[in-house]
């Protein structure tokens, strides 16, 4: 099992750029495949962006592709997702979640991963 708490979200403008972290608990971290997941208000959550166990592979989502980049960092327990360019379309509470069952492959549905942060609200002004 493993825990993740999200840090890094907040106000900024259209244009701007944010990073959000990830930080996860145990020692089995590079046993999963990371997602961030992100919902607005009204809306279904939606997939945003992920990476396999190794870090060498990443999937995102076409309304993101060019001003995301996921990445991790094993030895830290920490996956991060750079959001540049960011317009108020992406204003939603963004989640990181733990794929314990892809191994080469990066999960976009939600259902495959079985561990959830509690979220952080990202907001972008026009």
Same mark, same amino acid.
């Given at each position: 099992?493993?825990?993740?708490?999200?840090?890094?979200?907040?106000?900024?403008?259209?244009?701007?750029? !944010?990073r !959000? *972290?990830? /930080? /996860?608990?145990?020692?089995?971290f &590079?046993?999963?495949s990371m997602? %961030?997941?992100?919902?607005?208000?009204?809306?279904?959550?939606?997939?945003?962006?992920?990476?396999?166990?190794?870090?060498?592979?990443?999937?995102?989502?076409d309304?993101?592709?060019?001003?995301?980049?996921i &990445?991790?960092?094993?030895?830290?327990?920490?996956?991060?997702l750079?959001?540049?360019?960011?317009?108020?379309?992406?204003?939603?509470v963004?989640?990181?979640?733990?794929?314990?069952? &892809?191994?080469?492959?990066?999960?976009?549905? *939600?259902? %495959?991963?079985?561990? %959830?942060?509690?979220?952080?609200?990202?907001?972008?002004? *026009?």
């Amino acid at each position: 099992q493993v825990q993740l708490g999200e840090s890094g979200g907040g106000l900024v403008q259209a244009g701007g750029s !944010l990073r !959000l *972290s990830c /930080a /996860a608990s145990g020692r089995t971290f &590079s046993s999963y495949s990371m997602g %961030w997941f992100r919902q607005a208000p009204g809306k279904e959550r939606e997939f945003v962006a992920a990476i396999n166990r190794s870090g060498g592979g990443a999937y995102y989502a076409d309304s993101v592709k060019g001003r995301f980049t996921i &990445s991790r960092d094993n030895a830290k327990n920490t996956v991060y997702l750079q959001m540049n360019s960011l317009k108020p379309a992406d204003t939603a509470v963004y989640y990181c979640a733990a794929d314990p069952r &892809s191994i080469q492959t990066i999960a976009t549905m *939600s259902g %495959w991963y079985d561990y %959830w942060g509690q979220g952080t609200q990202v907001t972008v002004s *026009s």
